[in-house]
């Protein structure tokens, strides 16, 4: 589907956009709140500032996309591929990311608070300065992630846990090393 089609079609309240392709799409500051992206290949699509309040990305691929600024407040993103993504100064309060893939994600000065993130894979991911006022943690894995001035208050987030996980030295993934980068050649994994 053309970007186009797809923003006639929700313009005509036409919201179910499963499974479709808009790999590489540029959808900056687009309106597609409440639609649904569920299994969507938005890989490197270029979503920054757009509405995404209430839209359904349940097993979507965003990987390398740009979220930048975006509004995903109570968004559904259940098992998402986020590898690589930008999803800094988003706003992901209230949103499920339970099981979501968020290796090597930017997701400096993001609102995660009241966010989901049961058993969510944060390794490598940047959470410096993130706000994760009482999100659910419970299972994420924190490896090499970087916590640095983020707002866990309220948050089911151990500090032992956070410190183990967090500031242990070596690679936990043969991707991730322990500073949040991705490899030299700057691709994440697929």
Known sequence: MKTQDLLNHYAAREWD???VNLAEAVLS???LSRA???RADLSRADLS???LSGTSLHQAN???ADLSGADLTGANLTEVNLIGADLSGANLS????SKADLRCANLHHANLSDANLTDAELSGADLSGASLRNATVKGATLIGADLIGADLTGSDVIETEVNREATSSG???KWVTWNGSCPTNGSCPT
């Open 17 to 19: 956009f499963r499974e």
């Open 29 to 31: 500051g687009v309106n």
């Open 36 to 38: 649904d992206l569920s």
């Open 49 to 51: 500032h757009a509405e």
């Open 62 to 64: 965003l990987t390398n």
């Open 94 to 97: 209230g949103a499920d990311l």
């Open 171 to 173: 690679v936990s993934h």
